[in-house]
């Protein structure tokens, strides 16, 4: 954004986890470790959790709630990624509503998979032709995009959402999507068309549980199916009920079923009430994605992705989970010795996220007292310097270099300049001292009254 048309905070919305500053300043004084790390994301509304594990990494395809909602406004979908599960990097959004011409509402629910070096992202979109909701596939050649429309057209339209998509063993694709009903249909090989007709599969309170109180709606099957495979077992995973909804789950033998019902995953609990699922494993754990209202100003309608770490009973059935603010442990720790961008993030306070004109994201709209927390940071034998690249549309400010706290131990200080534009890009650097073994890193922003300068990226050299 250029200086003049950067939007006054006033006009803004609210920043959803600003309220935490005091209090995490005040643990970080009397030495207390912050342990929020859930919700992942804190800079914007999240929902609808879709992980895939690629090239080491975890991608995570979320939507996004606007700030303020009412109901379920939402535009956009998301992409983050981690290579250890606590930092988790914004790659913005590589698809919207405006990608698909024939859509005009509700980007809700989708899940992205790989084939063939290709990513293809299910998603559920009101076609304005019809008024009904259908689901369209998008692709791209990366798994952060950019996705473009496929087909022009929905791939399947039945007015329900929430598509599922899993590639067996033998090559065979499955699409999975509904709500109130239970559909399934063939992917082909390109993954963009289908063989066969849709098929309702039969849902029996033997396969998916017995709600009461709904004649119309018998089991438990409400919606967000996730659909995927582990040591020869099928497995359905869902929203169940409603309203509040829980975490159920039911396996198979085979990919179509028979299907039995097998229990709660995660009760009803936290300030929404709908919740998703997404499962995964990866380097060695299985991780159970979910949304909840967790942040300030949360609801049904305005959620946020969490993550919690578990481990299958031996037999295969899932444990009961339940949200936690702590999260998933950290896999391994972060290197600062290679560049890293300041969207990487494990916590933060005040600050916000925005295309940036060298490409990727940039953090913006950095206030006096915001701070970025990035979780594991192995400084080995020490660093001797910190750099970043900043841009300033007024007079900079300040980046202190903390450890485990943002009143933690003070190893580095960063002016930064005005550079005449809030894109206009330049290269800071400041020694540090102290920096050794690994901590929690935290980058606290300093400086007069409103916005102080972006930041794109950082790093440390090593001693």
Same mark, same amino acid.
Request: glycine content about 12%; overall charge neutral; aromatic content about 14%.
């Given at each position: ?20 500053? %005091? ?35 975890? =991608? ?6 606007? *700030? ?51 990513? =293809? ?48 063993? *033998? ?12 559909? !399934? ?66 396996? #198979? ?9 097998? %229990? ?60 936690? !603010? ?50 594991? #940071? ?6 001797? !310097? ?17 450890? *485990? ?36 890193? =935290? ?21």
């Amino acid at each position: 954004m250029t200086g003049a048309n950067r939007i006054p905070a006033v006009l803004r919305p609210r920043r959803v986890v600003a309220w935490l500053t %005091g209090l995490l300043c005040l643990m970080a004084l009397f030495a207390v470790p912050a342990r929020a790390d859930n919700p992942i994301v804190q800079t914007i509304y999240t929902a609808d959790p879709a992980p895939l594990v690629y090239n080491g990494r975890v =991608y995570l395809y979320t939507g996004h709630d606007e *700030d303020g909602s009412t109901t379920y406004t939402m535009k956009e979908w998301r992409v983050w990624s981690s290579a250890d599960m606590v930092n988790w990097t914004d790659h913005g959004s590589p698809l919207s509503l405006a990608s698909f011409s024939w859509a005009n509402a509700n980007a809700w629910a989708g899940q992205a998979i790989y084939r063939n070096g290709r990513f =293809y992202w299910y998603v559920p979109m009101r076609d304005r032709a019809t008024g009904a909701m259908a689901i369209g596939v998008a692709v791209s050649n990366s798994p952060t995009g950019p996705f473009s429309d496929a087909l022009g057209h929905p791939l399947v339209e039945n007015g329900q959402i929430d598509p599922t998509v899993y590639i067996n063993d *033998d090559g065979q694709a499955y699409l999975y999507w509904g709500n109130p009903d239970l559909w !399934s249909v063939k992917l082909n090989p390109d993954m963009t068309s289908y063989s066969g007709s849709p098929t309702k599969v039969s849902l029996t309170t033997a396969g998916f549980g017995t709600r009461t109180g709904n004649a119309s709606r018998p089991t438990l099957f409400e919606e967000g199916p996730w659909f995927y495979k582990r040591n020869g077992l099928y497995y359905m995973v869902f929203a169940a009920a409603c309203c509040s909804e829980f975490i159920a789950y039911s396996t #198979a033998p085979g990919p179509t079923g028979p299907w039995t019902y097998r %229990g709660t995953i995660m009760p009803t609990q936290g300030a929404s009430f709908t919740n998703h699922p997404g499962i995964v494993d990866f380097n060695g754990g299985s991780y159970f994605f979910y949304h909840n209202g967790a942040l300030p100003g949360g609801s049904g309608y305005t959620r946020s992705v969490a993550v919690e770490k578990f481990t299958y009973n031996a037999n295969g059935t899932i444990p009961t989970i339940n949200m936690t !603010s702590s999260g998933a442990p950290q896999v391994g720790t972060l290197n600062p010795y290679v560049r890293q961008e300041a969207e990487t993030i494990a916590w933060e306070s005040g600050v916000e996220t925005e295309p940036s004109s060298e490409g990727g994201m940039n953090v913006g709209y950095i206030e006096n007292g915001d701070w970025i927390k990035v979780k594991g #940071a192995a400084f080995g034998a020490g660093a001797t !310097s910190f750099t970043a690249r900043t841009a300033s549309a007024t007079s900079g400010g300040r980046i202190e270099v903390r450890l *485990d706290g943002t009143g933690g131990a003070l190893v580095g200080t960063c002016t930064v300049p005005g550079t005449g534009g809030w894109q206009t890009w330049t290269t800071v650097s400041c020694p540090v001292t102290g920096a050794t073994g690994t901590h929690d890193l =935290y980058l606290r922003f300093t400086g007069g009254s409103g916005y102080l300068f972006n930041v794109n990226w950082w790093q440390f050299n090593a001693a």
